[in-house]
Each structure stands twice: as C-alpha cells, then as structure tokens.
C-alpha cells in the first residue's frame, strides 16, 4: 500500500479544484478577516494557496470581499463571491462547488493552517472525495 502511496505522490497534480471559503462577518476578529493573519512569516490564505497549487490545477477563493483580495493573490486565483449571501458556509460551498472545473474538489477554511496537500492528492485518486457538482443542492431555501 505505501508503494501505491508513494507513486501517486510523485505524479504530477491531479484534476482536482481547490477551494477556499474566506467569506463572513468576521465578528469575532474585529472586522478583520482571517484569511489575512499572520502565520510563520506568511498570511494564511497565501500559506493555503502555496499549498494548494502543489496538487491543484484550479484554485478559488469564496469570499463576500472580493476587493480585499484581488490586489494579494494571483491572477490564476478565481474570486467569487457566494450566489446566496447570508447563508454561511453553505453558500461558500455552494457558490465554490457550482463553479469548480473538475469534479473533484478539495474544500478547506480560510482558518486550516495545517492542510496536507498529500492526503488532498490520495484521497481525490482513490476516490473518496464525496462531493460533486452534480450533487449540489439549492441553499437558498
């Protein structure tokens, strides 16, 4: 199995669309947005963007502020913002799912420093990523 493991490892990145939700009010931080904080020398959406590209071939950011961001991350970083505003998460992944290019997608908070891009990898080759954009279901009501 670790043989199997590490040849996949190897390959090259995967059809796998990532995502990251950096949507809300932030209330708890002051109106500052998490995405934004400081962690070992870096912000964390562009810790979380480093690391995503290194299995992703597609990269977007959920986020009610699209002006906060457009002038931080690249130009092959797709912004959007929710169809749904007010709905939390679940519009973040609605609207991410919804416009995602590949069927599987990796899906993380703005506020996960700790994502492995290797068991992202593993778990889209073998399969086990459930969510789909033909799964998607309307929010909004």
Not at 7 to 26: C, D, Q, T
Not at 72 to 88: A, F, M, N, Q
Not at 106 to 118: E, V
Request: aromatic letters at 4%.
């Amino acid at each position: 199995m670790l043989d199997i493991a590490n040849r996949l490892l190897n390959e090259e990145k995967v059809s796998l669309s990532g995502v990251i939700l950096a949507g809300g009010k932030n209330r708890r931080m002051g109106g500052s947005h998490k995405a934004l904080l400081p962690f070992h020398q870096e912000k964390l959406v562009h810790r979380q963007i480093r690391r995503l590209k290194q299995v992703c071939t597609e990269i977007i950011l959920v986020t009610n502020d699209p002006k906060t961001f457009l002038p931080l991350v690249d130009s092959d970083v797709r912004i959007i913002t929710d169809y749904y505003s007010g709905k939390g998460p679940l519009g973040g992944m609605h609207a991410g799912l919804s416009l995602a290019n590949h069927v599987n997608v990796w899906l993380i908070g703005c506020d996960m420093p700790f994502i492995s891009p290797q068991a992202a990898k593993l778990t889209s080759m073998i399969g086990f990523i459930p969510c789909t954009a033909s799964t998607i279901r309307d929010v909004s009501t």
